[in-house]
């Protein structure tokens, strides 16, 4: 069961004469219950294709299916209720909400749904606190954390509506190494522990070394898909 697929799927940025051919035909199948990472060099079309494949910004052709649904069939409507929905992001920047407590920034998604927040919801955000190490921080405002703690705040809001998927896009690119390794490490942990498929930008070798599966990408095209059998830690 694939969480999402991409076929043909191309992205083109401007007008005639100047266009920018971000992606030129990208078939890709992103197996649910694993840690993909998708690299490559900067302007390569990572972004593009992770925001696409996250239904942020529309293809300019191909077809994008996620969670068995295929975003082309969906109007705006639909697909931002679906991007709430079954999606979970996160970003660089944390984009915590300053004035809320952790444990309020983490329930957040269900509130905006309109979702009660019950008792199973409760053990969801406690079990994912627990997992990420988080629990005896959750009464702190993000100011009181470390970038690293903020962060793992962060995957924590991005997995409470239980999402198809998280995109991460260069989650660590604003932490030290030794934090990152811990932020990496965490994600890793949300797929082992909790299932979750975890779909991961970044430029930084070291970060690709914590996915399951690398997607190497160079010129808006696949040059490599990579699988890791045996699931171990490359380094
Ligand atoms: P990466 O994430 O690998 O750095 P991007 O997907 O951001 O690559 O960009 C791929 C290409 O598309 C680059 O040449 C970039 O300049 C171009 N591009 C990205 N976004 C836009 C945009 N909104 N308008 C025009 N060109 C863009
Ligand atoms: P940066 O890497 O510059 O810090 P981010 O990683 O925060 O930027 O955001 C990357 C992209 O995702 C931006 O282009 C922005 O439009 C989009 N984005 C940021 N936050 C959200 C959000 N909460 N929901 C949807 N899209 C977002």
Known sequence: QDAATARGLTKTYGRAGTEV???RGIDVDLPAGRFTAIMGPSGSGKSTLMHCLAGLDQATSGQVTVDGTRLADLDDTALTKFRRDRVGFV???FNLLPMLTAGQNI???LELAGR???RPERERHNQIAT???ITDRLGHLPSQLSGGQQQRVAIARALISNPAIVFADEPTGNLDSTTSAEVLGFLRTSVRELGQTVVMV???LDAAAYADDVIVIADGRVRSHLTNPTRERLV
């Open 21 to 23: 051919h971000a992606l």
């Open 91 to 93: 970003f660089q920047s």
């Open 107 to 109: 329930l957040l998604p």
């Open 116 to 118: 009660r927040v019950g």
């Open 131 to 133: 997992v990420l190490g």
């Open 202 to 204: 970044t430029h930084e």
